[in-house]
């Protein structure tokens, strides 16, 4: 089983860039688990964010983020990382980090078995 810790959230103006850490703890990422993040904002659904394979060959991301968001991960270190440049208001929400056996729908919030609480990231204009 893994736990998960995401960090990096804050404060920031648009066009600005933030970098969240997920870090696993418990059962390790290496070579065992995709992981997606998905965000949430205030009275809307959790929606998906980008996800990245166990190995890190292969990548997804939502339409709204492409080109300025990268997901990449730190085996070594137990560690998936969202790079998050131009950031946009619409951007403003909680941002949690999930683990998963398989690549099978990542876009599926259901298809994943471990959550991280969350991290805050909030966007001024």
């Known amino acids: 089983q893994a736990q998960l810790v995401e960090s990096g959230g804050g404060l920031v103006q648009a066009g600005g860039s933030l970098r969240l850490s997920c870090a696993a703890s418990?059962?390790?990422?290496?070579?065992?688990?995709?992981v997606g993040w998905f965000r949430q904002a205030p009275g809307k659904e959790r929606e998906f964010v980008t996800a990245i394979s166990r190995g890190g060959t292969s990548t997804t991301y939502a339409d709204s983020v492409k080109g300025r968001f990268t997901i990449s991960r730190d085996n070594a270190k137990n560690t998936v990382y969202l790079q998050m440049n131009g950031l946009k208001p619409e951007d403003t929400a909680v941002y949690y980090c999930?683990?998963?056996?398989?690549?099978?729908?990542?876009?599926?919030?259901?298809?994943?078995?471990?959550w991280g609480q969350g991290t805050s990231v909030t966007v001024s204009s």
């Open positions: 999930a683990a998963r056996t398989g690549w099978d729908s990542p876009l599926s919030p259901d298809a994943y078995s471990y």
């Open positions: 418990g059962r390790t990422f290496s070579g065992y688990y995709a």
